[in-house]
């Protein structure tokens, strides 16, 4: 069946450094990639997503990146805060529709002072 | 600010108990999706809906059921819980164009 693949599981990094979360899907039809973060005691929040016909995506210190062809798409925090200590969770749309995802196993990010 | 809603935040409830997470969204969302998550662990899904009267169970099999009356209100009812139903129980919608999910707080289910 479809799935996608997230790693690492843990990633720890120095404050102000970049972080790099990578998925793999394997589902050819998925269109929607999303990524959300998950803070402790709250529910996933979307934090940012890109569509199959874009390549990269920014948003202040955050970008994703989608490789189409390998069927790899990526998270890079830069400049890491204490406040991005979450768990991030990458996503894949089911088939042609948007409505179901398919989540990955998820990334608990620790960021060291 | 949240704008879909579950209670309650915490629930501790005895073997045998019938229990009703609420969820509620105000944003018109046709969609809606109810997940099972062990605390920072993969999120499974366990019921959706893609309108009213529409309910499909989701690929992890669970003994709890789901009604869609309203768009708005999609509650999930245990008709007897165990302590095998302990976990985190996080609602969801999305919009019909695919715009991502909006989560709720989510509902932490404790069986003794």
């Known amino acids: 069946g479809e799935n996608v693949e997230q790693h690492p599981s843990t990633l720890s990094v120095q404050e102000g450094d970049s972080a790099v979360i990578k998925c793999t899907y394997s589902?050819?039809?998925?269109?929607?990639f999303p990524w959300y973060k998950q803070e402790l005691g709250k529910g996933p929040q979307l934090i940012i997503d890109i569509r199959s016909n874009v390549g990269e995506k920014k948003d202040q210190r955050i970008a994703v990146t989608l490789n189409k062809t390998a069927k790899h798409f990526s998270l890079h925090i830069t400049e890491t805060q204490p406040e991005d200590s979450a768990v991030y969770f990458c996503?894949?749309?089911?088939?042609?529709?948007?409505?179901?995802?398919?989540w990955g196993a998820g990334t608990k990010l620790i960021i060291k002072p | 600010e949240a704008d879909i809603y579950q209670t309650p935040r915490y629930l501790v409830i005895g073997t045998g108990k019938k229990i009703t997470l609420e969820c509620s969204q105000t944003m018109g969302h046709d969609k809606m999706y109810w997940y099972q998550q062990d605390p920072g662990m993969e999120l499974h899904l366990i019921h959706y809906s893609y309108g009213v009267n529409s309910t499909e169970k989701g690929d992890l099999s669970s003994e709890s059921t789901v009604s869609r009356i309203r768009t708005e209100h999609f509650p999930l009812t245990l008709e007897s819980a165990r302590p095998s139903h302990t976990s985190q129980y996080l609602c969801?919608?999305?919009?019909?164009?695919?715009?991502?999910?909006?989560f709720g707080s989510g509902t932490r289910l404790t069986v003794v």
């Open positions: 589902d050819s039809a998925s269109n929607y």
């Open positions: 969801a919608s999305s919009e019909s164009k695919g715009s991502g999910y909006t």
């Open positions: 996503a894949a749309s089911k088939g042609y529709s948007n409505y179901q995802l398919i």
